[in-house]
């Protein structure tokens, strides 16, 4: 069975405070993929990043890093000096090679107090 | 570049009217194309999904159908809605196993 675990449903954080969103998945499949999704209070999701089975190189993108780790099957989003405007829900998802959908977690909310 | 319109972007209609949601996509050809719903502060379902004109999969019974007509074009409907339809409906495409890209949502009441 494949599925995603995001255990944080809602972080508060102080603004430049540094946070990790958690994500653990479940797959028997070699071959997948993991994203991470931002969805502001206007509800669009945007996509924020995609990460290969074969591809556990952790990946930096200005404020955002993020943390593929396969022995623990965990894909974890850190925010580095964190601002209000990160405040939003997160999403990560999961899918397998040969299939389009993904498996979505439950989502965290990230609070970004000023 | 590629960009896909959903609409309405509000809507109340009332118990047991029909429904009509139209998504499309500009700027891909032959993309697979999807509909989810987000009940309020919850995570995402998704309702249906397709990867060529005319081919429907659906995930969920319901009484919610989807279709297709145009490569690029994805319509989620309802002969007769129903309280628990309320919600945020998104549509995304992709290509292929590539990330999914959504729209901006359409926010249906049933009242």
């Known amino acids: 069975a494949q599925k995603v675990t995001q255990a944080q449903t809602e972080i508060s954080v102080v603004e430049k405070e540094d946070v990790t969103l958690d994500c653990v998945y479940e797959t028997r499949d070699t071959t997948y993929y993991l994203f991470w999704y931002k969805q502001p209070p206007s509800g669009e999701l945007v996509f924020l990043i995609r990460?290969?089975?074969?591809?556990?190189q952790n990946e930096i993108s200005g404020r955002y890093s993020w943390n593929f780790q396969k022995s623990t099957s965990s894909f974890n989003f850190t925010i580095t000096a964190s601002q209000v405007v990160d405040s939003a829900v997160y999403f990560c998802?999961?899918?397998?090679?040969?299939?389009?959908?993904?498996?979505f977690g439950t989502g965290t909310r990230l609070k970004v107090l000023a | 570049s590629q960009t896909i319109h959903q609409w309405p972007a509000t809507l109340v209609q009332p118990v047991g009217s029909p429904l009509s949601l139209e998504c499309t996509v500009e700027?891909?050809?032959?993309?697979?194309l999807y509909w989810y719903r987000q009940a309020a502060g919850r995570g995402l379902q998704l309702l249906f999904y397709?990867?060529?004109?005319?081919?429907i999969s659906s995930e969920v019974p319901q009484n919610l159908s989807a279709s297709r007509p145009q490569d690029r074009q994805f319509i989620l409907s309802s002969k007769k809605l129903l309280l628990s339809d309320s919600g945020f409906y998104l549509c995304?495409?992709?290509?292929?196993?590539?990330?999914?890209?959504f729209g901006p949502g359409t926010r249906l009441t049933v009242t």
């Open positions: 700027g891909t050809s032959n993309p697979n």
């Open positions: 998802a999961l899918s397998t090679s040969g299939t389009y959908k993904y498996i």
């Open positions: 990460r290969n089975s074969f591809d556990e």
């Open positions: 995304a495409w992709s290509q292929r196993t590539t990330e999914q890209y």
């Open positions: 397709s990867v060529g004109i005319g081919q």
